[in-house]
Structure formats: structure tokens, C-alpha cells
């Protein structure tokens, strides 16, 4: 082979191999290319850009040292993480998330003292909504009917909105520690019962267990009984009361013990019915009375004789 064919293999062989080197990783110090792809200390990269160890980035007013510059990394103690810088005085800086040339921020972290924000740069607590804040979980969509809002404003104060099935149901709504039995507090959505120690309220309000009040007021849709003391209110006799008790063991329009066991009292009811019974006790005391005078007449009047 002519020493003119040579220099010509070689030639071809180094452009081969160059062209395949192109296909492949190109370095340039840490940083390597690769089909459009970069890696920064790493030639396995599966995605645009990849850094193995931590990216570090600072801008104006910063001088990138360690404590003045944005970090993110990830390893198998921190997980992900990323820490945002200080001033050169230790003071922490907020950090923040928002579209370029956005008004105000959606989401915000106060560097004094770690508060969050959403929707507002003044956090006053651990997190702070300026808005509506919505749940939803499983077999919700999270559509405006299927979500739980709360929100405040001055038309409707401290308002949390249940949430419906896609039908239109209202679903419940109750309060509860997290794997206990009895919820202690609910409210249904079918009839807008609340219930107290128990799930299933049968009325406004049903508590299964004690109440203690300073004080209780009932609104009376019926009147007072203060028919008996009209003059022609039929008073029982004592004689007739007299058997009635004899024969069932308890007053007149009162419910028995049995009937007290079976279907409880409704105090609105017994109260008036009580009261009601004290009155006419009242009147048969009067009466009473009436004729224990007159008999001390006629015997100071036999006495005087």
C-alpha cells in the first residue's frame, strides 16, 4: 500500500471516529453534551439538563456565598430540598412563586418567621388563605358542588359550605378524631339534624348524653294553661280524681311510667301539663279552704251559743 493510500485510511478512519464521538458525549471540563442533552458532573442524562450535586444560583445584591445564594439538591437524608438564601446580616429572605409580570403573589413564604402565604404577602399565621379555600377527596371531582369551601368576608362571617354528590345530595358534615368510634358531631345533610355522641340525630338536635345549662328558654307555641282559672272550666271533682288514680295509678292527661319509659318526655309539653295540674291542685285547695272557714263559723257560732 502506497504511503499516499495510507495517509488517506488514516485520514477517513479519524473522520469515522470523529463523527462517532459527535454522536456521543462531548466534554468540556464537568459539562458534557449529548444529543441536545447536558449533564453537569453526570453523562447520564435522560433529560435536557442534569446536575449531579447541588445547583446554586444567587442574583442582585447577593454575592453567592454559602449562605446568600438558592440551593437545590436531593439526597437520600434531605430527600428534595431547597434553601433559600440570607442577607449578608443573617436576615432571611421570603421566598416566592409567581409568573413573570404577574400581579400579586400566589404563593409566598415570609422569611422572619415562615409563615405562608397563598394569595396575599402578609401572612399572619403558620398559613394564610386570601380567598376560598377548597377540599375535595375520594368519589368527588372537586367540581363548585363537589368541593368543601371556606371563607370569610363581611356578607357571611366564618362560612364552611359542605359538599354534594354529583346527584345533588347533600352530604354530611361531622367532627371526629382520626380511627375513633362515635362521631361527636354531626350534622346531616338529608334533614340538617345535629346530633351530639350520636349519628343518626332524629331531630334539630339530639344529644345522647347529659346536657349542662346556666339556663334554658322554650318558645311556646301554645298557650299558657291559664284557662283553668276561667269560671267555666270544668274541674275535676276530688271524688271522681279520687277513683281515676285509683283505677290507672297516676293523674289525669299525665303520661304513665310506662309511656314515660317507652317514648321520653317532652319537657315544652310536660312543663304546661304540670303547671297546668298545680293550678287546678290550687283551685281544689281554694275550695278547700272555702268550706274549712265556713265550718270554723258554724262552730265558733255553736260555741257562742
Known amino acids: 500500500m502506497t504511503m499516499k493510500k495510507i495517509s488517506l485510511l488514516i485520514l477517513l478512519m479519524t473522520f469515522v471516529g470523529a463523527s462517532a464521538f459527535a454522536q456521543d458525549w462531548l466534554t468540556n471540563g464537568a459539562t458534557l453534551y449529548h444529543l441536545g442533552k447536558v449533564g453537569i458532573g453526570t453523562n447520564a442524562s435522560d433529560y435536557g439538563l442534569t446536575v449531579s450535586g447541588d445547583l446554586g444560583f444567587f442574583g442582585a445584591g447577593l454575592d453567592g456565598s454559602s449562605l446568600q445564594r438558592a440551593t437545590i439538591y436531593a439526597n437520600t437524608s434531605n430527600h428534595f430540598l431547597i434553601e433559600a438564601p440570607k442577607t449578608s446580616a443573617g436576615d432571611k429572605l421570603n421566598i416566592s412563586f409567581n409568573w413573570r409580570g404577574s400581579g400579586p403573589t400566589p404563593f409566598f413564604i415570609q422569611g422572619s418567621n415562615a ?12 398559613l394564610t388563605v386570601n380567598g376560598v379555600l377548597g377540599i375535595y377527596g375520594s368519589g368527588l ?3 363548585i358542588l363537589q368541593h368543601t369551601s371556606i371563607y370569610t368576608d363581611v356578607a357571611n362571617g366564618l362560612l364552611i359550605e359542605g359538599a354534594k354528590t354529583s346527584s345533588g345530595t347533600k352530604l354530611d358534615i361531622s367532627f ?50 291559664d284557662y283553668v282559672f ?19 295509678k297516676h293523674l289525669p292527661e299525665v303520661p304513665s311510667a310506662k309511656q314515660m319509659a317507652e317514648n321520653g318526655l317532652e319537657l315544652k309539653e310536660m312543663n304546661l301539663l304540670l303547671l297546668k295540674k298545680v293550678e287546678e291542685l290550687t283551685l281544689h285547695l281554694i275550695e278547700a279552704n272555702k268550706k274549712i272557714e265556713k265550718l270554723s263559723d258554724d262552730v265558733k257560732a255553736l260555741k257562742e251559743k
Open 141 to 143: 371531582d372537586g367540581s
Open 176 to 225: 371526629n378524631w382520626r380511627g375513633s368510634g362515635i362521631v361527636p358531631f354531626i350534622i346531616k345533610g338529608s334533614n340538617s339534624n345535629v346530633g351530639l355522641g350520636t349519628s343518626n340525630p332524629d331531630e334539630k338536635l339530639t344529644v345522647k348524653g347529659k346536657i349542662h345549662a346556666e339556663e334554658v328558654r322554650v318558645d311556646l307555641s301554645v298557650p299558657g294553661p
Open 230 to 248: 276561667d269560671k267555666d272550666y270544668s274541674l275535676l271533682p276530688l271524688r271522681d280524681l279520687e277513683a281515676y288514680i285509683s283505677s290507672n
Open 115 to 126: 409563615n405562608v402565604g397563598i394569595n396575599t404577602t402578609s401572612p399572619y399565621q403558620k
